[in-house]
């Protein structure tokens, strides 16, 4: 993956960004950086990218967005493995007391899938740049 870190002045534009997360090898969530931000895509387990997301937030890196937020998170918020495989065996009703020892296995067992056959791909930017600015740019291309 091309590291737009190391590029100087040169500002990459949302072409360039999403040229990088379509030619990238997906790797494991786990794999995700852990000291940059950018702009990244989720791939399912069939090996298509179905997200384009970015860390917007300077508290937040690749590792926590990715790995942290997406595959183990909220299934209500924009987490979006935990919602997306949120079906048959591993579906729950969060914060039902009826079904919480059912519910904490299905999620479990989702966090296992999801580490197991989903990926991710990212571009790491420079932390000055106006990275949810690229992000909108680089989702409005995809969408063509």
């Given at each position: 993956m091309m590291n737009f870190l190391s590029r100087g002045s040169d500002t990459p534009d949302a072409k360039e960004i999403l040229e990088q997360l379509l030619e990238a090898t997906p790797q494991p969530t786990a794999m995700?950086?852990?000291?940059?931000?950018?702009?990244?895509?989720?791939?399912?387990?069939?090996?298509d990218l179905r997200y384009i997301g970015s860390t917007t937030s300077e508290s937040e890196t690749f590792y926590k967005r990715i790995h942290q937020r997406h595959r183990t998170g909220s299934e209500t918020t924009s987490h979006y493995f935990s919602r997306m495989y949120k079906t048959g065996r591993m579906w729950r009703q969060r914060n039902d007391p009826a079904t919480k020892a059912d519910g904490d296995i299905a999620k479990k067992l989702r966090n296992e899938f999801v580490a197991e056959y989903c990926?991710?791909?990212?571009?790491?930017?420079?932390?000055?740049?106006?990275?949810?600015?690229?992000?909108?740019?680089?989702?409005?291309?995809a969408d063509q």
């Amino acid at each position: 993956m091309m590291n737009f870190l190391s590029r100087g002045s040169d500002t990459p534009d949302a072409k360039e960004i999403l040229e990088q997360l379509l030619e990238a090898t997906p790797q494991p969530t786990a794999m995700a950086p852990r000291d940059c931000r950018g702009i990244y895509g989720l791939v399912d387990h069939f090996g298509d990218l179905r997200y384009i997301g970015s860390t917007t937030s300077e508290s937040e890196t690749f590792y926590k967005r990715i790995h942290q937020r997406h595959r183990t998170g909220s299934e209500t918020t924009s987490h979006y493995f935990s919602r997306m495989y949120k079906t048959g065996r591993m579906w729950r009703q969060r914060n039902d007391p009826a079904t919480k020892a059912d519910g904490d296995i299905a999620k479990k067992l989702r966090n296992e899938f999801v580490a197991e056959y989903c990926k991710a791909v990212w571009v790491p930017l420079a932390d000055a740049l106006d990275i949810a600015r690229l992000e909108q740019e680089v989702i409005a291309l995809a969408d063509q």
